[in-house]
C-alpha cells in the first residue's frame, strides 16, 4: 500500500472522478457498445432500423471490394511502420552522434509532429501534382510517367510518402530520448573495441532502446490505420479505383455518402477487433523481445 | 543480458583497432567524421523542410502555379494573399473556431484529468485498479473506431452544428490522465502526508502544491493536447455542416473550392495551409523543452 493515498473520503473520490467517468461513458463506451448493436440492424438516415442479425458481417465477408481495402490497409500501415521507423531511426542516431549543435537539429526535424495532416494532405498534393507538380517534369525526365491520379500503385506510394514525412517527427522525439539515455561507458567500449558506427547502432542501441520501439511500432500503426484520413481525402479520395481506400476511408464514405449506418457500423466493429489484436499483440510481444535495462 | 551483450561486441570488434593509431590522426578522423555527419543531417533537415518551403513560397505569389524549381523565387503578394485568405474569403472564421474548441478542450481535458489522477493517486477506495482500467481501456476506443454512432447520439441530442460536438466528446482523455499519475508518482509521498497532518484538503493540494509542482508537464500535455486538437479533421468534417462553424482542417478545402471557380487558386491553398500550420508550430516552437519532458514521461 503506498503512502500516497492519504485520503479515503469514497463520495469523495468518486464526485472527483465523476467528469472522467461520465464523458468515457457517454463518448467512448456507449457509443461502442452501440456500434455492435447497430451492426445487427439495417440502419439508414430518414428510415427506421430494420433488424437483420449478421447480415451485414455476411455481406462484409463477400464483399471482394472490402476484403481489398483490408489488404491495402494492412498493407499501408505496414509499409508506414518500416519506412517512418527507419528514416526516424537513421535521423536519430545522425543527431545523437553529432557534437555540436544537436538540439537547433532537433528542432528542425521534429516540427512536422505539430503539421496539421490536412496541411500534409494539401502541400503534397500541389508539389506532386501530376500536372503542376514542382518535380512532375524532373522525375518524368527519367522516363517515369507521372499520373498517380489514374494509376494506382503510384497513388498508394505518393500518400505513402507524404503520410512517413507526417511522422517522422514524433518517431525522432522518442527516439533521441531513448538514445540519450543509453549508458554513455557502452557507447564508449564499444568504441574502445573498434565496433562501426552502423554496428553500434545494431547491435548495441538497437536492443537497448527496443521498449520504446515496440511503443512506437504501435503508435505508427495506429497512426497508419487512422491518422493518414485526412491525407487520403483530401490527396485521392481513396482511388483510383480503391488502390488507396484504406479501411477508415471505406468507412466514411459508407456512412456518410451511402448513409449505410448499420454496414458501416459493422466496419467499425471489424475495425475496433483488429486495433484491439494488434495492441495485444503488440503489447505480448513487447513484454518477449523488449530489453528493459539492467 | 549485459554480460552477453557485452561478449557479443568484443566478437564483432574490427581487426583495426582505434588504439593503433596516433592521436593527431585519431583527432583528424573524428574531425572528418563529424563534418560528414553536420552535411548529412542539414540535407537531411533540408529534405523535411522542403515541402512546406514550398508552401510558403507560393504563398507569396499571385498565381499558384509552379512547375519547376525556376518558378520558385518568392512573390510579392505575400501580404494581399494573407489578407485575402483571411478577410476576403474569412478563413479568420475557421482560425478562430478551430482556436475557440483547442482552447475549450485544453481547458477543459486539463481540469477533468486532473482531478482524476488526483483520485487515482492521492485517495484510498475500492476497485481503484479497475477504475483505472476503465480509464486506460479508453486508449482503444478512437474516435474514428466509433464516430458512426457518435454521430447518431450527437444528432439525436440535437448537438450536430454546436461547439458542444466538436468540444465534449474530447474531454476525457486517457492519455493525459495517465501522464499526470506517471507524473505525481514521481513527487514525494511525505509531500501529501504533511498536507494531510497540516489539515490541506485534497482540492487545495491540487491546486496549491501539485498543479505549481507540475508547470512543466501541464505545459508539456498542454501542447499535446492543443496540436491534437487542432489537428481534428474527421469528426468536425462530419458533424459540422454550417460553414459559419467549420474548423480551419476542413475550411482548407472549401478554401480550395472558393478561391475560384474553375481552377483550383494554389497560392491561396497553400496560403490558407501557412496559416492552419502556423499555431500548433509556433507552441511546438516555444514549449519544445516542457513537450519532450512530458514525452519522456508518456513512455516510461
Known sequence: MSTREVFTDRLQAGVLLLPTMVVS???????????????????????????????????????????????????????VVVGVMAV????????????????LYLVAVIWPYALPPAVAGLVFLFIAHPNIGIFTSYIEAFGVDVNWFSNGPQAFVVVLIAAVWKQVG???????????????????????DGVSRTRRLLRVYVPIISPTLVFLVIMNTIYGFFGTFAMVDLMTKGGPAGATNILIYDLYRTAFQFYEFGFASAKSVVLFVAVGLLMYGQFRLSDRYAYYGG | ??????????????????????????????????????????????????????AALVSTKRAGIVTSIGDLAPGGHALSNYRRALIGLEFWRFMLNSFLMSVAVVVGKLVVSLLAA??????????????????LFTLLLPVPVRFVPLYRLTT????????????????????????????????PASLVETAKVDGVGPLRFLWSVLVPMSRAVLVGVSVIMFVYTWNQYLWPLVIINAESLQVAQVGLSLLRGQASTGEVAWSMVMTGSMLTLLPPLALLVLFRRQLLETFTIQQK
Open chain 2, 156 to 187: 439525436e441530442l440535437g448537438m450536430s452544428n454546436t461547439f458542444f460536438a466538436i468540444t465534449v466528446p474530447y474531454l476525457a482523455s486517457a492519455t493525459t490522465v495517465f501522464i499526470l499519475r506517471q507524473h505525481f508518482l514521481s513527487i
Open chain 1, 170 to 192: 514524433y518517431n525522432v522525439i522518442f527516439m533521441t530520448a531513448a538514445l540519450g539515455n543509453v549508458p554513455e561507458s557502452l557507447t564508449e567500449t564499444a568504441e574502445l
Open chain 1, 25 to 79: 461513458l457517454v463518448f467512448l463506451y456507449y457509443p461502442t457498445v452501440r456500434a455492435v448493436g447497430l451492426s445487427l440492424y439495417r440502419a439508414s438516415l430518414a428510415r427506421g432500423d430494420v433488424f437483420v442479425g449478421l447480415e451485414n458481417y455476411r455481406r462484409l465477408a463477400s464483399s471482394s471490394e472490402y476484403l481489398r481495402s483490408v489488404l491495402i490497409s494492412v498493407l499501408f500501415a505496414a509499409c
Open chain 1, 88 to 103: 526516424a531511426l537513421c535521423i536519430s542516431f545522425l543527431i545523437h552522434e553529432i557534437d555540436v549543435g544537436k538540439g
Open chain 2, 1 to 54: 543480458m549485459l554480460g552477453s551483450l557485452l561478449t557479443a561486441l568484443t566478437a564483432a570488434a574490427e581487426p583495426s583497432r582505434s588504439a593503433g593509431r596516433t592521436t593527431s590522426e585519431r583527432i583528424r578522423r573524428f574531425e572528418t567524421e563529424q563534418l560528414t555527419l553536420h552535411v548529412l543531417a542539414a540535407t537531411i533537415v533540408f529534405l523535411i523542410i522542403l515541402p512546406v518551403l514550398i
Open chain 2, 118 to 135: 488526483l483520485v487515482i493517486v492521492y485517495y484510498r477506495f475500492p476497485y481503484k485498479n479497475a477504475v483505472f482500467l476503465f480509464i
